[in-house]
């Protein structure tokens, strides 16, 4: 969680100083959902992600320094530095994709999860699982609903996780959806849905723990909703017109960061134990962004390398 939030606040830093060209999305606040999700899932299982992904791939052990290098459009980065912020992949992680289309990745974790109950059906551990990350928006995108659907009729071994932070860009979730208890939608598609506190990262991974338990049983999908807040704007510039201070105050007081240091030292961890880790979650950034600085811009001569079954970084497009 630490290094999501690292390296978060130094993007946004290096943003500002000309590193970083174009958008970024924080995920600041919301790091217990993708840590207490990756938590529950083995190395095998796959993810995908959305247009607010760097918390996902770093939960699911994403190299901040490509992920850095990537940002800064450098040849080094995960995508040769041709894709920034929204196309970060690592197949041998099980990293299917960050995605800019609001939704997108749901599918795609469906499929997975169908080739996962093809191909596992004898694997003594159960097979591996799918889970797909969005938002409280993605909720009213047709694919959302297709997706559930055929996860539902086919029993796939899925999971969708749905991080409601309660606005879709500027527009409330309560504007934008008829029902404001999104775990709620699970009815529709014959699977258990549970609401959780995302601001909660034992809690994300308790439930997020007995979904993937049920999907390996073959049991079939589940939807969790887990409720938290970007502390940050939709995007790093956003003026933010839509939403108080004092809003955007209330919820800084269940930032899960001081929340989960807490629960450590009531838990035996030490405080020079928490400073150390501190400083070594510094040390990784401040690694990254050098990585970046030093390697070589992306080169528009390479624009079409890559596109069609061009092998990159070791894996094949
Ligand atoms: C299909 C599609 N429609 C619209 C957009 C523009 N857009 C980008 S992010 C976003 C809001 C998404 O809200 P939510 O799913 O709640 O995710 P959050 O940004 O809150 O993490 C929209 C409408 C898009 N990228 N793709
Ligand atoms: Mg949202």
Redesign the pocket.
């Known amino acids: 969680m630490l290094l999501i939030r690292q390296f978060e606040l130094r993007a946004i830093e290096e943003r500002q100083r000309g590193l970083i060209p174009g958008f970024i999305?924080p995920y600041v606040g919301?790091e217990a959902c993708a840590v207490g999700a990756c938590a529950a899932l083995e190395r095998d299982d796959v993810i995908t992600s959305?247009?607010?992904g760097h918390g996902h791939l770093i939960a699911k052990g994403g190299d901040v320094r490509l992920m850095m290098a990537e940002l800064a459009a450098r040849k080094t980065g995960y995508c040769a530095g041709k894709g920034g912020s929204l196309h970060m992949t690592d197949f041998d992680l099980g990293i299917l994709g960050a995605n800019?289309?609001?939704?997108?990745g749901i599918p795609m974790a469906v499929g997975a999860a169908l080739a996962f109950k093809m191909r596992d059906q004898h694997r003594p551990s159960g097979t591996r699982v799918a889970l797909a990350f969005?938002?409280?928006?993605?909720?009213n995108?047709g694919a959302f609903h297709e997706a559930l659907n055929l996860a539902g009729v086919w029993k796939l071994p899925v999971i969708f996780f749905c991080?409601?932070?309660l606005?879709?860009?500027g527009t409330p979730?309560h504007k934008q959806g008829a029902i404001t208890q999104l775990s709620a939608r699970a009815a529709a598609y014959g699977m258990p849905g549970v609401t959780v506190d995302g601001n909660d990262v034992v809690a994300v991974y308790r439930a997020t723990a007995e979904a993937v338990a049920r999907a390996r049983r073959g049991e079939g999908p589940s939807l969790i909703e887990a409720v938290t807040y970007?502390f940050r704007g939709?995007y790093e510039g956003d003026p933010q017109v839509y939403r108080s201070r004092e809003e955007i105050a209330a919820w800084q007081a269940r930032d899960p960061l001081p929340r989960t240091r807490e629960a450590l030292r009531m838990r035996g961890v030490t405080e020079a134990q928490l400073v150390a880790l501190e400083r070594e979650v510094e040390q990784q950034i401040e690694a990254a962004v050098q990585f970046a600085r030093e390697s070589p811009q992306a080169d528009p001569q390479d624009a079409l390398v890559g596109v069609y079954g061009d092998v990159h970084n070791g894996a094949v497009f």
């Open positions: 999305h919301q959305t247009h607010r800019g289309i609001v939704a997108g969005f938002g409280d928006g993605a909720t995108q991080e409601n932070n606005y879709g860009e979730q970007r939709h």
